[in-house]
């Protein structure tokens, strides 16, 4: 007998006994081959019901049994569970979505990943599904209100997103915006938040929980980092988005991505309780369906969640003022988010999410993508209350001005001052942009608060056109009046108010905006003390054009600035390659202008030592003072705007106050 | 965005009715302003020449972006390419000796002539750098018309 035939014989004899005894197959069985067929699909004991608070995950994972007619288990099934896509919900870990789908081992059960509540309150149910039964199992899921008893931060930021293959996909830079709030506690540990993260084309990430971080920051400058951990591996690095950040004060901070998945700028503010009603202006600007800037401004007002305003708006270079509109606000979450529904502008459909900072402010942000939400795209902006003043001519005094161009517009930057004469509506001033190399140009032109459409006055919705045209484009603009009370840099800043949103209304410009804040002081000696200071700055390699931020603390005295910063450079504008640097030395003495007195203005050539022996290192900062506490400017060298905000107290800061780690790549 | 004819004459007919009964009850409104530093299509010239040079890295007080100088019959041309000209799946190709013609318009800021191109021909191809408001196009934006059949 052969070896061959004597372990055939044995197989069949070892797996006869076997299936006696556990039904036993095997390849070579003609007899057994049948897949047992799911019947039953039933939740595993223990995992429902459950609850959690809103941001945190779920005790125990959720769990379905697969069984056949027999009610014998089904391995190899592939169970789909299903969390709603919109209200109470959560996400999986595994899929970073409300949907995953898991196989079953071999007593038939599926096993999720860690499931997280979302930031909404309220039940709701979890469905496990298994292709070839028509009940589902229901896990019977509870997210409940957060006692929150941390202080609560919402962020903004828009930029750059770096190409790449994993995530967004790209061989080109992309837009992307983000908007977002965290608690923190007094350790500086995130315990809880919530994120939107649009890319417009790639990555549309909605309500996206933030499971952890941590900010730390160094106690004496306010400068630091604020980690950011989500789930979804799309945003940041592997989900976790780091943050650059520069305290002015306890309750703000400027801020840039600071991780080399992206790079962009903008701002945290601490949330206080209140939410938006009365009347508002706001901005909103990145880029249309198309993929082309876009800006938004107007003004409206909230009554019981019912919005009706007005609103220009520039599209691809089409400019259309004085669209009427109406909406209505849903209520926000447990951290202050909310949707605005039924918003259209001038024929687009806008998915608008808001994230209260305060009763006068908001950041909103747009999550469409490529039409297929909305007919929008991506867009990020904020909006602030008028109060209760009634704006005519007067309301718009002697002010500085200031404008960035959209990160996927015409890159530019404007900053300027002018006074104004109300009963005729003019203005004269000074103003400098990015392509008259650091010489002041004079500007005059006239102005018009409150104007109307359709015979309704609409407070505050305003005009402004330099008329002698000395800046490269910047000739209409739209104006929307704030609260004078209200500091647009710093809302939670009771100084420093007043002033309005800008939208630039010439065609070539589009997504372009501004603020104006109020000049009521030009003393050089003022200029002096410690400063938080960033911008935002766009410069071409290989005739490219792409993006850097940068943020610091200094101290200003007799003009001269001293300070370090933080460097987001993923597209190597400083060195030979992309980096992240820290502890650069910011250095620059501020000439005043021979009419400085009247305008504010400033040069000041600033060395940003981010990188040894970079020719790029000396940058070129006009500068334009509206107080003492805030002044705006543009960068020459690149192109940038940007703002020095000066620090208050940084006492009871929520951060763990470890300096910052000093890495400089160089 | 782009919206229908329809939208369009609907739009331009409301506002003609809108603007006609203002005129007839003579209330007083101050607009919103015009545009009156538009990239103006209708200004649009077509330069032919040789490319002298492809300027990649921006001097200050110049636009952001590429540039192109161009040897024309009535000198050297500094042409504005945006930002974008060079990025992307399908950027511009030229080389230094090419025969192109440019289509854009020539602008004047802060006492510099440039010439803010919005087409490169070369052959019979047509590589369109900027839309008709002279709005840079970027790849993306490029790859989302290709991908719904619009043209730039």
């Known amino acids: ?666 | 965005m782009r919206s229908s004819v329809f939208e369009k004459l609907t739009r331009i007919v409301s506002r003609a009715l809108v603007s006609a009964l203002l005129v007839t009850f003579a209330v007083p409104l101050i607009a919103q302003p015009s545009d009156s530093h538009a990239y103006d299509v209708s200004k649009e010239i077509t330069l032919s020449g040789t490319v002298s040079g492809v300027v990649t890295k921006t001097a200050p007080g110049t636009l952001l972006g590429a540039h192109l100088l161009l040897a024309t019959v009535s000198g050297q041309v500094d042409a504005s390419l945006g930002r974008w000209a060079f990025a992307g799946k399908d950027p511009l190709s030229v080389t230094i000796g090419q025969q192109i013609e440019v289509t854009g318009v020539m602008q004047t800021a802060n006492g510099r002539e440039v010439f803010i191109a919005r087409t490169v021909k070369f052959g019979s191809h047509v590589y369109t750098l900027r839309n008709a408001h002279g709005i840079d196009i970027s790849p993306t934006a490029r790859e989302l018309a290709a991908k719904r059949g619009e043209s730039l």
């Open chain 1, 1 to 666: 007998m052969s070896r061959r035939i004597v372990g055939s014989a044995l197989a069949v004899f070892v797996c006869g006994v076997l299936s006696f005894l556990t039904s036993c197959s095997s390849s070579s069985s003609k007899t057994s081959t049948t897949t047992p067929t799911p019947s039953a699909i039933t939740p595993v004991s223990g995992t429902s019901p459950q609850s959690a608070q809103v941001g945190a995950a779920f005790g125990t994972a959720l769990a379905a049994t697969v069984t056949d007619s027999s009610g014998s288990p089904v391995s190899g099934a592939s169970v789909t569970f299903t969390a709603p896509s919109s209200g109470a919900s959560g996400t999986f870990k595994t899929s970073g979505s409300a949907t995953e789908t898991d196989t079953t081992n071999s007593s038939g059960v599926a096993t999720s990943s860690t499931f997280t509540a979302n930031m909404t309150a309220g039940a709701y149910t979890v469905t496990a599904a298994v292709s070839g039964v028509s009940t589902t199992a229901n896990f019977n899921l509870t997210n409940t209100a957060a006692v929150v008893t941390n202080p609560v931060y919402v962020f903004y930021a828009s930029g750059t997103e770096v190409p790449n293959a994993s995530t967004n996909g790209s061989s080109t830079p992309l837009y992307y915006a983000l908007a977002g709030a965290v608690a923190i506690n007094s350790s500086g540990n995130v315990v809880s938040g919530e994120e939107d993260y649009n890319d417009g084309v790639e990555i549309t990430e909605l309500d996206v929980p933030i499971t952890g971080g941590a900010l730390t920051v160094d106690a004496t400058t306010g400068q630091g980092t604020l980690t950011l951990q989500t789930a979804n591996t799309l945003l940041g690095v592997s989900g976790t988005e780091t943050l650059g950040v520069q305290f002015a004060n306890t309750d703000h901070a400027l801020i840039v991505q600071f991780d080399e998945s992206a790079t962009s700028s903008g701002s945290l503010d601490l949330q206080t309780s209140g939410t938006s009603s009365g009347s508002n202006s706001f901005l909103l600007s990145g880029v249309d369906s198309g993929y082309d800037p876009v800006g938004y401004g107007g003004v409206y007002s909230v009554s019981s969640g019912a919005i009706t305003g007005v609103a220009d708006v520039n599209d691809d270079g089409t400019i259309a003022t004085g669209n009427e509109f109406t909406a209505t606000a849903g209520s926000p979450d447990s951290l202050g988010r909310g949707a605005i529904n039924n918003l259209t502008i001038n024929g687009v459909t806008l998915a608008l999410y808001y994230y209260n900072v305060g009763p006068e402010t908001t950041r909103i942000i747009d999550m469409d993508v490529a039409g297929t939400v909305g007919a929008g795209a991506a867009a990020v902006g904020s909006t602030y209350g008028q109060g209760s003043t009634t704006f005519t001519n007067s309301s718009l005094g002697n002010s500085v001005v200031g404008l960035e161009g959209d990160p996927f517009g015409l890159s530019y930057a404007v900053a300027g001052s002018i006074i104004t004469t109300p009963t005729s509506g003019t203005f004269t001033g000074t103003a400098d942009d990015r392509q008259d190399s650091g010489t002041a140009q004079a500007i005059s032109g006239t102005y018009s608060v409150s104007n109307s459409v359709a015979s309704t006055t609409y407070n505050g919705y305003s005009s402004l056109s330099i008329t002698n045209s000395p800046l490269a484009n910047v000739a209409s603009l739209g104006v929307y009046m704030t609260d004078p009370a209200l500091n647009l840099l710093d809302p939670n800043n009771t100084s420093g108010g007043g002033g309005a949103l800008v939208l630039d209304l010439d065609s070539v410009l589009s997504g372009g905006t501004g603020i104006v804040i109020p000049q009521t002081d030009t003393t050089s000696a003022n200029f002096n003390g410690t400063y938080a200071l960033g911008a935002q700055e766009y410069f071409a390699h290989g005739g490219v054009v792409f993006e850097f931020d940068y943020l610091g603390q200094g101290s200003v005295s007799s003009l001269g600035l001293s300070g370090s910063g933080l460097v987001s450079d993923p597209f190597a504008f400083f060195g030979p390659s992309p980096a992240l640097y820290t502890d650069v030395s910011m250095t620059g003495t501020a000439t005043p202008d021979p009419a400085e007195a009247t305008n504010g203005r400033y040069t000041m050539p600033l060395v940003v030592d981010a990188f040894t022996a970079s020719p790029y290192d000396n940058l070129s900062l006009t500068i334009y003072q509206a107080n003492g506490g805030q002044l705006l400017f543009i960068e020459n060298s690149a192109v940038g705007f940007g703002s020095f905000q000066q620090q208050g107290s940084l006492t009871g800061l929520p951060a763990n106050r470890r300096p910052v780690k000093k890495v400089r790549q160089k």
